[in-house]
């Protein structure tokens, strides 16, 4: 029995309206991780229970085509499933619901019999014009059955070079049903997202455009200087000491491999690759223990953009610059999943391609033959994270910006394309009444994990905000800590949140006068971006208030 959530039965009940009061074909959006396929299933279920109809669900994956199977077969065990795909070595013909590889079928609906429904996953894939798979078996099957419709499904509804896929003139004509990351993210449904920017820059301006993509070969060339692969692995490294599953995107074969030798040789760390030419069962076997949470990093080069199913997923490293806002959507969407095993993703961009495209919920589509116009985001110079145009201050770290790197937005006065997310922002300050500390420890983590200080403000009666200060940790979370402390005091910085906890509360540190918080839509927690402090103390006191001698100071 399928339970849908309400924004699916929602896409359900649009596309029937579209189908009973118009001709043409619609299309459904959902993103990445939300859900396409218990809605191909409902509709399916009621296509063949309730009408006696015949569905086919189009896929052009291996990976994608199993998933939907064994999805449709677990959340409608009564339909009639069956498979036609070579790849798969399966072609079966009778079945009322049959999910197929479009490369194995596109030359013989004459096989497959008649058909009410043909539903096509990942849709953005079909092409606009010309003779494509796709046209090819859909023109087909409507000389076996002329009232056959059609319905798409995809993330991203939009190409590369041609914008948007539903138009008048092409197969799919109309969004009947869109809802987006933002609203998923703020009903848990998807992952929060953090981006940073790589410290190493490639300068794309010297790469060619075919078929408006970079030159492949070109794109692999640019990236794979020693120089940049181990930069690159470098800051994954320093990124991911509390992360689990890494996946990286790299720009070719050759670039992969590289990257994957880096992480092995020199930081000790247990990566695989997998690229188009590796065999089936390796593969299989490499997803198997990325998927298991065996493998934490995992290279690929143009295999797990679509149809890769992974929610253990916490970090993507895009080692890949690309023009097409849709693959750009893809390799983060990867990490869209929510999982118990994570708070967030966070994506790396060694590519500039959040810059280039703007928020992946908000990807910038240019029609053809405009130019790209202003960049929609920039990067702080001080912690590379990657923020609105707008913003006068960074909300990660504080950074100040020169005037001229202030460029206000045209038409909203508060930020709304922050990070990879666009998000509604709201900063607050606040008078703070108390400070607590204590020592933080990760829900799940192993007893060796690193533990953190946890310092919560009172901001009014019963009302606390928190954040919390890793000096246990290494990377730039270790130095944020120790700039943290180095503005409260001048004793020498702690090595363990216990310490640094016993230090503060007695006396060690300065007085909080206020805090500024910044509150952005669809993220669970408020962040403590900015504070009024007092001067740093010349002497030590206990609880109570009694000034400690220096034997007594405790460390």
């Known amino acids: 029995m399928i339970e849908l959530r309400d924004y699916q039965k929602e896409a359900v009940a649009a596309v029937y309206e579209h189908l009973r009061t118009r001709d043409d074909n619609p299309c459904v959006v959902i993103p990445t991780g939300g859900g396409k ?14 009408w006696n109809g015949r569905v086919l669900v189009l896929a052009h994956v291996r990976e994608l085509l199993e998933q939907t199977a064994e999805t449709l077969h677990v959340m409608a065990p009564e339909l009639d499933v069956g498979v036609y795909c070579a790849g798969l070595n399966s072609r079966d013909t009778e079945h009322s619901c049959l999910v197929a590889s479009i490369q194995s079928v596109y030359k013989r609906p004459g096989e497959l019999g008649p ?34 419709r059609l319905i798409g499904l995809t993330a991203t509804p939009y190409r590369m070079k041609t914008g948007m896929i539903c138009e008048p003139e092409h197969l799919l004509n109309e969004v009947c049903y869109d809802v987006g990351v933002k609203e998923l993210i703020v009903q848990g449904y998807l992952c929060p997202l953090r981006t940073k920017a790589g410290r190493e820059k490639v300068d794309t301006s010297g790469l060619h455009v075919r078929g408006g993509e970079f030159i492949a070969g070109e794109t692999q060339n640019l990236m ?5 692969v181990r930069s690159a692995c470098e800051e994954i490294i320093e990124h991911t000491q509390d992360r689990h599953s890494c996946l990286i995107f790299a720009c070719g074969v050759d670039h992969g491999r590289h990257v994957c030798q880096i992480l092995r040789e020199e930081h000790g760390v247990d990566c695989e690759s997998v690229f188009g030419e590796t065999p089936s069962d390796e593969r299989d076997a490499v997803l198997e223990r990325f998927r298991a949470g065996d493998l934490p990093y995992l290279v690929n080069m143009n295999v797990l953009t679509t149809g890769f199913d992974a929610p253990n997923i916490d970090t993507i490293a895009m080692l890949r610059p690309t023009l097409s806002p849709g693959l750009y959507y893809q390799m983060v969407g990867r990490g869209f999943r929510t999982d118990p095993s994570k708070d967030d993703c966070l994506v790396l961009d060694f590519g500039g391609n959040v810059i280039r495209h703007g928020p992946v919920d908000q ?14 985001a920039k990067e702080c110079p001080k912690c590379r994270a990657v923020i609105a145009m707008g913003y006068a201050v960074c909300p990660e770290c504080g950074y100040e910006f020169p005037p001229s790197d202030r460029r ?148």
Request: with cysteine.
């Open 37 to 50: 396929t218990p809605v191909m299933a409902q509709m399916a279920m009621d296509a063949v229970g309730r």
């Open 115 to 148: 058909f009410n429904l043909v539903m096509i996953d990942e849709a953005h894939m079909i092409p606009p014009d010309g003779e494509g798979m796709y046209q090819t078996f859909l023109s087909r099957t409507r000389r076996l059955n002329g009232g056959v």
């Open 224 to 228: 794979d200087t020693d120089r940049l």
């Open 363 to 376: 990807v910038r589509i240019n029609p053809p033959g405009e130019g790209d116009g202003p960049p929609p």
């Open 408 to 555: 206000e937005p045209k038409h909203d006065k508060v930020a709304s394309t922050e990070d990879i997310l666009s998000r509604r922002t709201t900063v607050s300050e606040y008078l703070v009444q108390d400070v607590a500390y204590s020592v933080h420890q990760k829900r799940g983590a192993s007893p060796d994990h690193p533990r953190t200080m946890r310092v919560e403000y009172e901001i009014g009666w019963n009302h606390w905000r928190s954040e919390f200060i890793c000096f246990e940790h290494e990377g730039y979370a270790r130095v944020k800590a120790e700039d943290w402390w180095r503005q409260r005091t001048d004793w020498p910085v702690p090595d363990t949140a216990e310490e640094a906890v016993e230090i503060a509360r007695d006396g060690g540190l300065c007085e909080t006068y206020a805090i500024t918080v910044k509150s952005v839509e669809g993220e669970k927690y408020d962040k403590v971006v900015g504070y009024k402090l007092g001067p740093k103390p010349t002497a030590f006191c206990d609880r109570e208030g009694y000034v400690l001698s220096e034997e007594e100071i405790p460390f």
